[in-house]
Structure formats: C-alpha cells, structure tokens
C-alpha cells in the first residue's frame, strides 16, 4: 500500500460518519424522485381524483339590491284584477273579433275546428243564451289607500259585471274579493275600486311625476298575462307622450320597462319606491311588449283619484268653450302673436259672453302666461266650475283683457263630442267598414248642435289610418248625406255603407265641429279601398 491509499484511508476512517449521511441523503433523493415519476405517470394512466377540493355554497352578499327591496315593498300593494263580462258570441254571428289586449278569450268562425273547446271553456252549453258569452279579462291594479280603495284603468272594470281583486300574498287558488266601482273616468281611462277587507290593507306611496326626468331608472310591476307578483325594470324614455287623438287629458310618462297584457292598471315605480305612473298602454303591432310602453303620469292619477272619491265619483274639467289649432304653427304666431289663438268659439259658451272671438291670441290665465294648447287647457280644466279666471289676450295687435267664467267641459262639449249626458242611457255605437263610429243625433243633440232633429249621424270616433281618417273626417262632425242620399239616423248611414264596394267614390257633406249650421257643411270624398 503506498502512501496515497494510507492518506485516502486514514481520511475515510476519520470522517466515515459524514460519509455514510452523504450516501444516504443521495440515495433518499433518488427513491423521492422515482416515487413522483411513477405517480405522475399512474395519475395519467386513470388515477382517481382524491385531492379535488369540494365546492362550497358562500353566504348571501348584499350586492346591488335597489330593486329587490322596491319590489319587496311594492309587492304587497299591487293586486291582480279578475272582471266577468256577457257579450255578444261572435260565433253565433259567423265572424271572428280579435281580442282586446288584456282579454283571454278569441273568437272565431261557426266552423272553427275550436268551437268544441269555445263552448266547453266559456260555457256556451249547459243552458247559457248561445247568442252570448262570458268574457273574462285580467288586469292589474295598486291599493292606494288601506281602506281598500284601488286604482286601476278603466278599461279593466268597464262594462264588467263582476270585479274580482286578488292580493299578492293569497292562495292562487283563492277566487278573490269581489269588488265595486267608485268612479271611472274616460279622458284618463283611470278608474278606482274598492274591496271591504277586515283590516288593513298596504297601500303604495305616490310620487311626484313632474320629477322624473327622462333616463331616470323605473320598475313595472304587475300580472302580465296573469302571472302574478311580475317586476319588469327599464327607464323613462320620454314625456309628455300624446298618442291617442282627440285625447287632450292623455299625456302620458313613456317606458321601456316591459308591459304585457295584463299589467294595465299597474303601477310604474320610482327608485325611492313611489309610484309615478299608472300603466296604460302599449305601441305594438303583435299585442305583446315591443320596448313602448306608456303610463298616466301619477299627478293626473292623483287629480282624477280625488275627484272620483267625492259625493259626485265624476271628473269635472273646467272649460271656456274655445277650440285652437293642435299643433304649434310658426306662421299663425307671426300673423297672430305669441300665445294660443281661437279658432272656433262656441255659441253660448263662457268664452262667447266674456267677448272673446275668432283670431283673438290669449297669452295669459290671472297673470300667468300662457305657452301652448296644452298649457291653456290643463289650467282651465283644473278649475272648478263657476270660478272665474282673468284672461289676457291680444287682438288686431292690442292688449285686452277680460273676465270668464269657467263651466263645465263634459256638459259644454257633450253634443259636440257626440257623447250623452251623465246618467242618460245612451245609444250602442254603430261600427263602419269606412273606420270609423257614429250615434244618431237625438232630438236633445240637435238642439244644442243648431240643426234639425233627425237629420244626420254623429262621429263618435275616427280608426287611425282608416278611409274616414283619409279623407279627413274626425270626432264631432255630422255627417248629413252619403253620395247624395240623405242620412237621418245611425240605421240609414248603415245601410248606405253596406251598399257600397271597394273602388266606389264616396261623397260625405258633413257639417264640420266648430262651424256653425248655416254655413259650416262641407264635402269629404275619397274611393273606398
């Protein structure tokens, strides 16, 4: 053994325990790393997976909530509306009547392969006149008072013979309250009911809709087709929306929160939880939400409400007996002067005693000036019958005033309008393929219209984009004869119309609203489509 080995030995002997751990802590290593290539190369092969966490469910947060809390609270005041009415079967009559919106029943021909279901749903066996039916229409509606008293649209409960009123936290089987009407009013289409409950009820909290501004975050609540306790969320998209013509009292809040059949007579909320318009309306062509819907500003409802709870349950509008061009016309205000100039003043009217004429522009009401139609007419229709107002106004360029005192619109209008007395029966409307509806002049309409009794019909309503509309006729005019036949009653107009045919000309002298009988008839002409 030479020196070299003796050295390495000696070391080896001196530090063998070091040694050892070294060989040890090599070997440890190299059976550590063998271990996790063989598992990495099971777990691929179809290892089960042991180590995956279990999912948990975390507590509720609190997020944005807005919505939910309005809704929580709103719910409980909003009530669905369930209404009976009899009509006529369209069946029997061998034609078919599309439904009204916030109906569930259609009809159909004789021969319809549903008349089977028709008569078992709507119980045309089993002894029911089979002339008639029973149509059920659904409808919504927001206690706002807890002594029961609801609001909702008129065209919900009219003509109903039974009203049911279901609240949002009863069994949906329960059959509702049956409810009674306290007034309805027809310029709003606003009405208001109660049921009598044993204690009382949650009402909803009115807004101040003139606050809303356009943009502003609104929620829909209602019974869309039924389903009750439905919230629908959207904005306001525009104000002060006038879509129904002739309609002066219907300026309605404009929304994209969806409205269904069957929300009418909801309410349209506010972000504070207030209501800030009754839901009204819809503009579609499918009779389901196409984005436009439109609600009653909640000012007006609360206007109109108050009225109908009164001894009388009427509106009444005040009134001066004028009529004005509608639509703003540049050229009337450099030839007249700012302000809202008369076209028509009505014989015997208030306007007619306090010395106002045709082409007179009023420019202010007790002081206040006067910017359009609409600003005139809500101002004096605010006010009670047999007030007085103080009206400026200009005439051939000079300032004048004058005292007026305000009566009634309904009263003052009633035969102009070809609408009837409070309380008086009045006559079925009489339908027209020409588009539009009309009412035999009685001898009471005749005396306050200025023509002969029995002589001409009445318009009652004009259908939008109907040959009536085209060749200009509109609500108020009497038509006098058709194609050189004279018209005497509602019967004889039906009678000539049923005889003409598509591609026919057809001549109306009519004696226009506003003009005066001895020189106001004029001819309307157009071929009948």
Do not use: C
């Not at 949906?172 to 208001?192: N, Q, Y």
């Not at 044993?198 to 003139?210: R, V």
């Not at 809040?253 to 007579?265: F, M």
């Amino acid at each position: 053994m030479d020196s070299r080995e003796s050295a390495f030995l000696a070391r080896f002997r001196a530090n063998r325990w070091a040694y050892t751990l070294t060989i040890l802590a090599t070997l440890a290593v190299g059976i550590l790393i063998g271990t996790v290539i063989s598992y990495g190369v099971k777990g691929k092969e179809g290892q089960k997976s042991s180590d995956a966490t279990p999912l948990t469910i975390p507590a509720p947060q609190q997020l944005s909530n807005a919505f939910a809390q309005i809704s929580k609270q709103l719910e409980p005041s909003v009530v669905n509306i369930n209404t009976e009415s009899t009509i006529k079967n369209p069946h029997r009559r061998g034609r078919s009547v599309r439904p009204d919106p916030d109906q569930d029943d259609q009809g159909g021909e004789d021969d319809s392969p549903f008349q089977d279901f028709f008569d078992k749903f709507f119980g045309g066996q089993g002894g029911q006149d089979p002339g008639t039916i029973r149509q059920h229409s659904l409808g919504s509606g927001v206690i706002v008072d807890s002594k029961g008293y609801i609001v909702t649209n008129r065209h919900v409960v009219e003509k109903a013979d039974r009203i049911r009123v279901k609240l949002q936290d009863e069994n949906p089987a329960s059959p509702g309250h049956d409810a009674k009407v306290i007034g309805t009013d027809s310029e709003t289409d606003l009405a208001v009911i109660k049921i009598d409950f044993d204690k009382p009820l949650p009402a909803a909290k009115l807004g101040n809709s003139d606050g809303m501004e356009v943009g502003d975050w609104v929620l829909a609540i209602g019974s869309p087709f039924g389903l009750q306790e439905t919230v629908t969320a959207g904005i306001v998209s525009a104000k002060g929306r006038n879509i129904v013509p002739n309609k002066q009292f219907q300026s309605f809040i404009q929304t994209d929160a969806a409205i269904n059949p069957g929300n009418s007579g909801g309410p349209l909320v506010n972000m504070a939880g207030e209501v800030i318009g009754i839901n009204t309306a819809i503009l579609t062509e499918t009779s389901s939400y196409a984005g436009v819907g439109f609600a009653m500003p909640s000012n007006t409802v609360a206007q109109v409400y108050n009225q109908l709870i009164g001894p009388e349950h009427r509106v009444a509008r005040g009134s001066i007996g004028i009529e004005f061009s509608g639509q703003p016309n540049p050229a009337i205000a450099r030839i007249y002067g700012s302000g809202v100039t008369v076209s028509t003043v009505v014989s015997g009217s208030p306007a007619e005693e306090a010395g106002l004429k045709v082409g007179d522009t009023i420019t202010a009401v007790d002081g206040r000036d006067v910017k359009s139609g609409d600003d005139l007419v809500a101002d004096i229709a605010s006010r009670k019958p047999g007030s007085k107002a103080k009206l400026a106004f200009v005439r051939n360029a000079k300032k004048q005033e004058t005292t007026v005192t305000i009566a009634d619109r309904s009263k003052l209008f009633a035969a102009r309008l070809g609408d009837e007395d409070e309380g008086q029966e009045a006559e079925a409307p009489k339908a027209s393929k020409f588009g539009l509806t009309v009412r035999s002049v009685t001898s009471d309409l005749a005396d306050r219209l200025g023509i002969a009794a029995g002589k001409g019909v009445v318009v009652s309503d004009v259908k939008q984009q109907s040959f009536a509309e085209d060749v200009g006729l509109n609500r108020g005019d009497v038509i006098l004869e058709v194609n050189k036949q004279p018209v005497n009653n509602a019967e004889d107009f039906s009678k000539i119309e049923s005889s003409l045919k598509s591609g026919q000309d057809v001549v109306f002298l009519v004696r226009q609203r506003g003009s005066r009988a001895q020189d106001g008839t004029i001819f309307l002409a157009g071929t009948l489509p």
